[in-house]
């Protein structure tokens, strides 16, 4: 693992891409995820590395289905399981949602590894080897758990692939999904995008979950009442515009 001083300007990001390549190292993490882990980065820094106001309003409605759902399950797959496990399983716990495994470089020695992570992070029971279930796809995200994705009605899916999303959303469920990227299939077809680096997105919707657990069912749906999905993304893009043009503007460019 390569040093990183934490007074380097890039301290944060590097760091994140350190836990990537050891989830590789692992076995965990698949040699694609490296190379969606730099797409991502891509677009968080024209993000400005950090969670836009609209992310936060998304996490919070996230919160909120996952709250009233009835069977929420955690999608996790290579990358999550390298960046976020701690996080997983805390939300996981607090909500009382399912944790599946579900992959797209599917191996079921990866799954098993995956689990096992997880397990050492602190989860119990963790779903995705049983894969007795199957969605109408061709690739295989489509092998699922009966008892899981399948019979779920909210799921999160970090890091989706944007025809499962869109495959889950058919199947009548709310999807909500985590993806820097707001014009990828996935971030369009959700039910709600949540448009943030999912090292940022997991933590605060931990503390939302925490704060909002208290509130009742009525309170819950009012905030799920006054979303408009449409809008979060309109935002997201324009906050992306935004932060191009100050930087611009900063170096002293003409934005034109
Ligand atoms: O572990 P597996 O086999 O299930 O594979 C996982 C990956 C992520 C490799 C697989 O699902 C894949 O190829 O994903 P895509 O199609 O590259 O999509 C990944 C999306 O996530 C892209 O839109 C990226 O911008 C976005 N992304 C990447 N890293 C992050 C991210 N979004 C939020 N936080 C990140 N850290």
């Known amino acids: 693992m390569t040093h990183i001083p934490d007074d380097h300007p890039r301290y944060v990001s590097l760091k994140i891409r350190e836990k990537i390549v050891e989830g590789v190292q692992m076995a965990i993490t698949s040699m694609q995820g490296l190379v969606a882990q730099g797409r991502g980065e891509a677009f968080d ?3 400005g590395e950090r969670t836009i106001e609209s992310a936060a309003v998304a996490e919070r ?3 909120a289905y996952l709250l009233i759902a009835q069977k929420p399950v955690i999608s996790v797959n290579g990358n999550t399981a390298a960046l976020v496990p701690r996080a997983l399983v805390s939300l996981a716990d607090i ?5 599946e495994v579900n992959l797209f470089h ?3 020695a990866r799954v098993h ?3 096992e992570h997880l397990k050492a992070h602190g989860a119990g029971n963790v779903l995705g080897l049983k894969g007795d279930a199957r969605l109408d796809l061709s690739h295989d995200r489509a092998i699922v758990d009966q008892e899981g994705i ?3 009605d909210v799921v999160l899916v970090p890091l989706e692939d944007g025809d499962r999303c869109k495959k889950l959303v058919d199947m009548g469920k709310i999807v909500i999904s985590v993806d820097l990227n707001p014009l990828s299939r996935t971030s369009l077809s959700a039910t709600v995008t949540i448009v943030d680096n999912v090292t940022r997105a997991l933590d605060n919707m931990v503390q939302f979950t925490k704060e909002m657990k208290k509130d009742s069912k009525e309170q819950l749906r ?3 009442d006054s979303y408009d999905n449409r809008k979060i993304l309109a935002d997201a893009m324009y906050a992306i515009q935004e932060n191009l043009k100050n930087q611009t503007e900063r170096e002293g460019i003409e934005w034109i």
């Open 106 to 108: 599917r191996s079921d």
């Open 95 to 99: 909500i009382g949602a399912q944790l």
């Open 222 to 224: 009012s905030i799920i």
């Open 150 to 152: 399948y019979a779920a």
């Open 45 to 47: 820094y024209l993000i």
């Open 113 to 115: 590894r995956i689990i």
């Open 61 to 63: 409605v996230a919160v």
